[in-house]
Every structure is written in C-alpha cells, then in structure tokens.
C-alpha cells in the first residue's frame, strides 16, 4: 500500500492492514477490530500534524497477524 502512495505522489500515506479492508480485519473480534482502526485512525491524525517534505510513509503501532 505504501509503494501506490508514493508512486501517486501522495506526501502522506498511513499503512492500513489489506487493500479489501485497509482500516481493519473483519476476521477479528469486535473489540480488536475496534482497536486496530482506533490506532489507524490516531497514526492518520499524527500524519496530519506532522511536516513532511514529498512523499512520507507512516506505520500505526499495531502488530498485525490475522486472515
């Protein structure tokens, strides 16, 4: 997911968990489901808030194993 953002030209990418699904894993409970887009969503907001010159990849701080 990160090398199609650069290769757009986006200055922001937030690595999501799979192209189907890219903020969050149907394949987990509700509740880590829930988690894992909270931490999506926060590693966006900090992207946001950051200064970055050209393109930029950002990882959530999650440890991804399901599906």
Known sequence: MGMMGKQ???NRV???TK????CGDL???PEADLALRMKIVECALDALQTDVHGPTIFEPDIT????
Do not use: D, W
């Open 8 to 10: 757009i030209g986006a």
């Open 14 to 16: 937030v690595h999501g």
């Open 19 to 22: 192209i189907p699904h890219p």
């Open 27 to 29: 394949n987990l409970m």
């Open 64 to 67: 991804y194993s399901a599906g």
